[in-house]
């Protein structure tokens, strides 16, 4: 029942409550719930009154919550006002049938009565640790625009299958600077461009890290900041592009919020999913392309095998980045044409994306800047990293792979050009994409900045630098960079 969503009508009643993040109508079942317990310790004069309108509020509230789709969050709100009621209303029909009520002593009742507040509460914990994401509005002047577009590369086999026909094929999002659109206009879903894709997603990421995907239920249900095809911005001139990728198992949309901010600023952001690698990837005939990359157990076979797959990654990387080329020079007709500034392009990634960022940044130079989020760098250190890097990482833990931060560090200080390390206080590695906003907020897995700050933080220390060096706007990255956390700077050595 509670995982049937009709988007529409879900859309019109989640507006999330600040700080409890339940909507209207789920706050009316809670308050109606607790009224129910609260009845039975009111003066006699105030019980029948109170109990009647708790009782219809709830029933009414939870029917029409039932038909525009109930979160798993409000079942043990719905059982502690379902043990409340028989209780509330007996004395009442008592009462109306002319036999005298009876009320258990207050002593027989306080347990029941804490017991059901106990079930009831459980709900808006619940609904606070698994929220339905609320992304952040993008503070730029462009409002954002979003679609999926699917590209296959014609010279690249499918390493991960067996048939000698099969080519490479990636799925890309592409964010974009828009015009702002009426208001009421439908906001695009996150995690997919249906609701059918946001769960087949979901529940193969819920897979992933080991959860049942009931407690995510959530995600799927909400709605970005952009709009799905919507127009290009017609003022905007053209536009430097950054292209992502994003964790192992992770998928092209798990750093929307970031992707809409820079877009909001004038950047047009190109997602990709890795078939085979990305949890889920559904293709645009409807096919789902689960992972098939897997850890063996063995440190040194997983590097092996690390450094293969982000190679794949690498290449994907360069493949699309020829594809938005293609699409500015209009070799297909596309809204976008004309519009990409592909001699500014960034590539960018987050953990095994992040590594697979500073690979492509050696193969290919047309990337001009390299952004590694929180990435352990795999495969081969050479040749040096000849463009301008941003790492942007986690504070160094005990459960840190000890292997990590020398790895990167090495990467950095063998660059040919300034490279900048950039530690985030209170970042976990889950802080730099969009689990923050949905996912409990408990520091060793999203860290201790908060819903609203951890999208903030690494979108603007990501601003700053991408301003910099694409836009060559003014400034001193090592003097504004430590607004954000703790930076290092690494020059390159002129003597080698």
Not at 309 to 336: E, M
Not at 365 to 393: E, N
Not at 477 to 494: E, K, M, R, S
Request: aromatic content about 8%.
């Amino acid at each position: 029942m509670w995982r049937r969503t009709p988007g529409a009508e879900y859309g019109r009643v989640t507006e999330i409550i600040t700080g409890l993040n339940m909507s209207p109508l789920e706050i009316l079942v809670l308050l109606g719930a607790v009224a129910l317990v609260v009845a039975r310790w009111l003066p006699p004069a105030a019980r029948p009154r109170v109990t009647t309108a708790a009782g219809a509020v709830l029933v009414l509230s939870a029917i029409v919550l039932g038909v525009a789709g109930m979160r798993w969050q409000m079942l043990p709100v719905l059982a502690g006002a379902a043990f409340a009621l028989p209780f509330a209303f007996a004395p009442l029909l008592r009462r109306r049938s002319g036999r005298s009520a009876w009320r258990a002593r207050w002593w027989l009742a306080l347990p029941g009565s804490v017991a059901c507040a106990g079930l009831i509460a459980t709900g808006p914990v619940a609904a606070w640790a698994f929220p339905v994401p609320e992304f952040p509005e993008p503070s730029g002047d462009f409002a954002v625009g979003t679609r999926v577009v699917q590209w296959t590369d014609p010279r690249r086999p499918e390493t991960f299958t067996a048939d000698p026909d099969d080519r490479r094929t990636v799925v890309v999002q592409l964010w974009y600077p828009a015009p702002k659109s009426p208001a009421g206009t439908q906001r695009a879903q996150y995690l997919g461009r249906t609701e059918h894709e946001a769960r087949t997603v979901s529940d193969a990421l819920a897979r992933e890290v080991g959860l049942p995907g009931f407690l995510v239920d959530g995600v799927p249900r909400a709605r970005t900041r952009s709009v799905l095809d919507a127009p290009v911005d017609s003022k905007g001139g053209r536009f430097p592009v950054v292209l992502f990728s994003p964790g192992s198992g992770g998928v092209r949309t798990q750093n929307t919020a970031w992707a809409e901010e820079l877009a909001s600023h004038g950047y047009v952001v190109a997602a990709l999913d890795h078939p085979y690698d990305s949890a889920a990837v559904v293709l645009a005939d409807g096919r789902t392309i689960n992972t098939e990359t897997a850890s063996s157990g063995d440190p040194d076979k997983d590097e092996e095998l690390a450094a293969g797959w982000t190679a794949v990654r690498a290449a994907d990387l360069s493949f699309v980045l020829t594809q938005l080329d293609d699409l500015d020079r209009g070799g297909t007709a596309d809204p976008l044409s004309g519009r990409l500034d592909t001699s500014r392009a960034a590539v960018t990634g987050h953990s095994m994306g992040g590594a697979a960022a500073l690979q492509a940044a050696r193969q290919d130079h047309r990337f001009d800047a390299v952004i590694d989020l929180d990435g352990y760098p795999h495969g081969p250190a050479s040749p040096s990293l000849d463009r301008p890097t941003l790492a942007l990482t986690q504070a160094v833990t005990a459960a840190t792979d000890p292997r990590y931060m020398p790895r990167l560090t090495e990467a950095l200080k063998a660059g040919t050009t300034t490279s900048y390390r950039l530690t985030i206080p209170g970042a976990a590695h889950l802080t730099f994409m969009d689990g923050p906003l949905y996912l409990p907020p408990v520091p060793s897995i999203v860290g201790s900045l908060g819903r609203t700050e951890s999208p903030r933080v690494v979108a603007a220390a990501t601003l700053a630098f991408l301003d910099a060096v694409l836009r060559g706007e003014p400034g001193d990255l090592a003097g504004v960079l430590p607004a954000y956390g703790n930076l290092t700077v690494y020059q390159p050595d002129n003597s080698r």
